[in-house]
């Protein structure tokens, strides 16, 4: 699914998409890398339902862990990041604090 994000203090967000996400962390490929450890924000929209909830935007803060350079599999690099703190949106309100 796509992923926009930004290095913590950036103005303009990037483009991407994901790899794989669980509660802990996302993979999404990129087009221009960030260095690791950069505090990094994201947000992208789970396209299904969850619990019978439906689709909900997430917004959340985490930290590059490392970067995929691009290869012969790869046409494009990746970024491994841990996600810390989330917050749900769903219609015009959030559902909950970002944790």
Not at 6 to 27: C, D
Not at 34 to 50: H, I, R, Y
Request: proline share 9%; charged share 20%.
């Amino acid at each position: 699914m796509p992923v926009r994000y930004r290095a913590i203090g950036e103005g303009e967000w990037r483009e991407g998409h994901t790899e794989n996400i669980s509660r802990t962390g996302v993979l999404f490929w990129v087009d221009s890398l960030l260095e690791p450890d950069t505090p990094v924000e994201m947000n992208f929209t789970l396209p299904v339902k969850v619990g019978g909830q439906p689709p909900a935007n997430v917004i959340c803060k985490g930290r590059v862990v490392r970067t995929v350079p691009a290869g012969l599999q790869n046409s494009r690099p990746a970024v491994a990041a841990t996600i810390h703190r989330f917050q749900f949106h769903r219609g015009n309100r959030a559902t909950g604090p970002i944790h």
